[in-house]
């Protein structure tokens, strides 16, 4: 019999590798020659898990509070060839977007090893309901391997096997799905502002005052928070792109051209000189280029007709930059059509803010707090679509585009009745904000209208109230037609995408138990 521990408990060390590398170059050597699980960029307590397992005997077992994005991340791979080929998984505990040690932004589970299991016992549960009696589900270990797991309830796997067996992904149509820049250092690179008589003028949150710089390298950014499924795509933000084509590759501008041709920009990010040189000199980049973004991408990814998501989402939330001019941080993620596919990007729009994909990335993909999934190409690039390219498919996909072009222009009509709305605040009442509330005023009553501006010190008089009032209903109302055709749009877009994956009416109420379909709408089309 092998030797060993009747039990082991613990919370190892979370760390990914790149933070070892960095500093103890020897040490990460010495996992990679020694430890099985130690592929691509690993975290630490990975190798606890391979460690474990050492030290039990035949008969023993181990459990830990570690990570659940083994299951699903790059970091992974190896830990999981292991676990599944050998079926040391007894159990899993896992805890979703919920949080378990308050101190730290970690999501994870718990995990319990042992030798010769013939099955996972699989719970999904938040932390407060641990007490609680525990109704664990059976998962077989066949189709687990290295490739991502996808541990949910049987009901949802049958689902998620048909919705696999198109032979197609998002990989085989487009050529690009990735993260969008990263600066090195967002205060400098990163500016609000607006470009007015041939220069940018926009404050400097590393410098905290205003800045006047040429418009030439400056360009619209979008970040997270602006992207919505089928909206226009609105900038409130900037970034200074130094970069430029240089036979076909994307290429820091050199520094004397930098120089002579924007000498504003220059004076001013030379300014950071000194701590730019250091971030290039800690993550191994030239110095050279010291006033070069850490990771600009592709620039021709910014220029061209592409789709935009945001890179954490509670659902999907994608949209069309029709014109190409878009750039954005890495909180988003693009997707760009193969040239031979550019014609079919409205339709695959709406297959990717469907509700069947929605199901799909939040089985498969990575969660985060409040249910929150990962938008990246990890996660993309494998999400099965049809090939709209195809005949059989033609009458399927000029329906979607118009569906999408439907969105498009329903979005983009509240988009301009919120905001002329909101002018007109602006106008008449000084130091008036833009709240959470009040950007969707249409979903609050006259009432909680009034007590939204109450909050910002804004109180109407008698006279006022019934002039405001009138007003408020109109656009109110206008809104609020918008939305039932953006809604119903959106139901037949379901609809539409259900029917392409061939699931029947009890597997949608599996992908969505709350929709608006009807079992007699969806089966007599």
């Not at 008036?432 to 909680?448: C, K, M, N, P, V």
Request: hydrophobic residues 35%.
């Amino acid at each position: 019999d092998k030797g060993g521990f009747d039990v082991v408990i613990g919370n190892p060390p979370y760390e990914r590798i790149q933070g070892i590398k960095s500093n103890q170059e020897s040490e990460s050597l010495y996992y990679e020659n020694n430890y099985v699980s130690a592929k691509g960029r690993y975290d630490l307590y990975i190798l606890f898990i391979e460690r474990a397992l050492s030290l039990i005997n035949s008969q023993g077992c181990a459990s830990y509070i570690l990570p659940h994005n083994f299951m699903a991340g790059n970091l992974g791979e190896g830990i999981r060839a292991m676990l599944s080929e050998n079926h040391y998984i007894e159990s899993i505990v896992h805890f979703g977007s919920y949080l378990v040690f308050e101190e730290a932004l970690t999501y994870t589970c718990i995990i319990r090893l042992s030798y010769n299991n013939e099955f996972i016992q699989y719970l999904s549960v938040k932390p407060s309901e641990l007490t609680n009696e525990m109704n664990f589900e059976q998962i077989g270990y066949e189709g687990l391997g290295k490739d991502k797991w996808n541990l949910t309830k049987s009901s949802n796997v049958k689902v998620l096997n048909k919705i696999q067996a198109l032979p197609y992904k998002v990989s085989d149509f487009f050529s690009n799905v990735g993260r969008g820049i990263v600066t090195g250092m967002d205060d400098c690179f990163i500016l609000r502002g607006n470009i007015k008589d041939g220069r940018f003028i926009g404050f400097s949150k590393a410098l905290k005052e205003n800045i006047e710089i040429e418009t030439d390298l400056v360009k619209p950014l979008l970040m997270r928070n602006s992207v919505h499924a089928f909206s226009p795509l609105v900038n409130d933000s900037f970034i200074i792109y130094p970069h430029k084509i240089d036979n076909d590759k994307t290429v820091a501008i050199d520094e004397s051209e930098l120089e002579a041709l924007y000498p504003m920009t220059y004076a001013y990010l030379s300014r950071f000189k000194e701590i730019l040189i250091s971030k290039k000199i800690k993550y191994k980049t030239n110095p050279k280029f010291w006033y070069a973004l850490h990771n600009c991408r592709d620039l021709s990814l910014f220029t061209t007709t592409k789709i935009i998501a945001p890179y954490l989402g509670n659902k999907c939330q994608m949209s069309l930059d029709a014109k190409g001019e878009m750039f954005t941080n890495d909180k988003c993620s693009l997707l760009k059509l193969k040239p031979e596919y550019a014609s079919l990007i409205k339709a695959y729009l709406s297959i990717l803010n469907s509700r069947l994909v929605w199901f799909f990335i939040s089985n498969t993909s990575s969660e985060f707090s409040g249910g929150y999934f990962v938008f990246s190409n990890l996660f993309l690039n494998p999400l099965p679509i049809p090939d709209l390219s195809d005949k059989v498919y033609a009458i399927e996909e000029q329906i979607l585009t118009e569906k999408a072009d439907k969105m498009l222009l329903f979005n983009e009509q509240i988009h301009a009745k919120r905001n002329r709305f909101l002018r007109r605040l602006s106008d008449n009442f000084q130091d008036f904000r833009i709240t959470g509330a009040l950007s969707t005023f249409d979903q609050l009553t006259f009432a909680e209208f009034l007590k939204e501006l109450k909050k910002q010190k804004i109180k109407l008089s008698l006279s006022q109230q019934d002039e405001w009032e009138d007003y408020f209903n109109d656009y109110r109302t206008a809104c609020q037609e918008l939305s039932a055709q953006i809604a119903t749009t959106n139901n037949e877009i379901d609809l539409r995408v259900y029917k392409l994956y061939d699931l029947t009416y009890d597997e949608v109420l599996i992908v969505d138990p709350e929709t608006a379909i009807s079992r007699e709408e969806y089966e007599m089309k």
